[in-house]
C-alpha cells in the first residue's frame, strides 16, 4: 500500500477470524479443545472503550503467527438497515487451523443459521463452510467454498469475499509497524466483477484493549479502517451496486449519467493479537447511497442502505 502520515482520528472500516483443531495418527492425535460460543453484545465496548496507547505513544509491531492446532467459535450479526425497515440474523460456525507443511490450513464449518433467518440478509453473516490456505507470510493462497450445493456463481461470490475479508483482517498487516495514535492514508487495490479498482484508506492504531471483556492487561491493539473508491474509480462502483440492486430488464438502461448520488463507505473497527493477528472482534460497517436520476415511465432508484456485521471469536489450543 501507498502510504502517507495525517493527523487526526479515523473511522473504521473490515472480520473473519479462524483458528485450528488438528487430525493425526490415532496415537498421537491433537484434542480439540471446547470453546463456547461468544456473546457478541457483551463486548461491544471493546470497540469505544479509551485505548491505551503505551509508553510514549510507542509503535506497534504486527506480526503473523497463528497458534496450530487450535479451534475457535465464532458469533455472528448481521444487520440490514433501510427505509422500509431493518432485519437481523444471528448465525455461529466453529473453526479450526491445521499446519499443512510450511502453510495452515483454515476450515470453517459446522454452520448455525436459524431456519426463519431473513433469506435477503443471511449472506451479510457470510457463515460459510470454507477453507483458507495460508502461506507462513500471512499470505492467502487459496480460499474457497466446501460446500457442494453451491452454484458456480455463488461459489465465486464465497472466494472473493473471503479473500477480501482476509486482506482486511491478516494480510494487510503482517509485517507492518504503525504508531499508536496517529492515522493513515493508504490506496489498496480491489479486485471486482469490472476489473481492479482502487480503495482509498485511512488507517489508525489507537492502541491496547482487551481481546475479550475484563481481560488484564490488555493483549490486544484495536485498529479502525475507513475504505471508499477513489473518485476515479467510483463510477465502476456505482455500476456494480446498480447491477446488484436492479433487475435485469433496468439495468440494461442504466447509463452513469443518469446517476445523481453515489456513496460507498466502509468502516471496520479489529480487534487483533497484535504478535499473531489473531483476530477476536471485527465490526463492519457499510453504507451505500445511491440515486438514479427516472427514464420516461420508470420510477428511477433512491437507495440508502446500511449493512451492520459484528462477528466475535474466541480460541484455544488443542493439545
Known amino acids: 500500500m501507498a502510504e502517507a502520515r495525517v493527523g487526526g482520528g479515523a473511522r ?3 472480520l473473519v477470524a479462524l483458528l485450528v483443531a488438528a487430525m493425526g495418527c490415532a496415537a498421537s492425535a491433537p484434542t480439540a ?4 460460543l461468544p456473546d457478541v453484545d457483551a463486548g461491544a465496548l471493546l470497540e469505544s472503550m479509551p485505548a491505551d ?13 497463528w497458534p496450530a492446532p487450535a479451534t475457535g467459535r465464532c458469533a455472528t450479526v448481521a444487520r440490514r438497515i433501510e427505509a422500509s425497515g431493518s432485519q437481523t440474523v444471528r448465525t455461529a460456525q466453529s473453526m479450526r487451523i491445521e499446519r499443512d507443511g510450511d502453510q495452515l490450513r483454515v476450515e470453517s464449518y459446522d454452520p448455525e443459521i436459524p431456519p426463519d433467518a431473513p433469506r435477503s440478509v443471511v449472506p451479510l453473516a457470510e457463515t ?8 507462513p507470510e500471512g499470505r492467502l493462497l487459496r480460499a474457497g467454498s466446501l460446500d457442494g450445493a453451491l452454484g458456480a456463481t455463488e461459489r465465486t461470490m464465497v472466494s472473493t469475499r473471503l479473500a477480501q475479508r482476509w486482506q482486511f483482517l491478516v494480510s494487510a498487516w503482517a509485517g507492518r509497524t504503525l504508531p499508536m495514535g496517529v492515522t493513515y492514508k493508504a490506496t489498496a487495490p480491489e479486485q471486482t466483477a469490472e476489473g481492479p479498482v482502487r480503495l482509498q484508506l485511512a488507517v489508525r492504531a489507537d492502541g491496547y484493549v482487551p481481546c475479550e471483556p475484563g481481560e488484564v492487561p490488555p493483549r490486544c491493539v484495536r485498529l479502525r ?8 474509480d467510483a463510477p465502476v462502483v456505482a455500476r456494480l451496486a446498480a447491477r446488484d440492486l436492479l433487475s435485469a430488464d433496468e439495468f440494461m438502461l442504466y447509463e452513469s449519467s443518469r446517476v445523481k448520488a453515489f456513496t460507498a463507505q466502509t468502516m471496520i473497527v479489529l480487534v487483533t493479537e497484535p504478535d499473531t493477528l489473531l483476530p ?9 447511497r445511491l440515486q438514479i436520476d427516472p427514464l420516461v415511465g420508470d420510477d428511477g432508484v433512491d ?8 462477528q466475535v471469536c474466541s480460541w ?3 493439545r
Open 12 to 14: 473504521a472500516a473490515v
Open 33 to 36: 479443545a471446547v470453546v463456547p
Open 53 to 65: 496507547a503505551g509508553k510514549d505513544n510507542m509503535d506497534v509491531a504486527l506480526r503473523f503467527a
Open 128 to 135: 460459510w463452510y470454507a477453507e483458507r490456505l495460508i502461506g
Open 225 to 232: 479502517i475507513l475504505s471508499q473508491p477513489s473518485p476515479s
Open 280 to 288: 477476536h472482534r471485527v465490526s463492519e460497517r457499510r453504507v451505500l
Open 303 to 310: 437507495l440508502d442502505r446500511r449493512d451492520e456485521v459484528t
Open 316 to 318: 484455544k489450543a488443542s
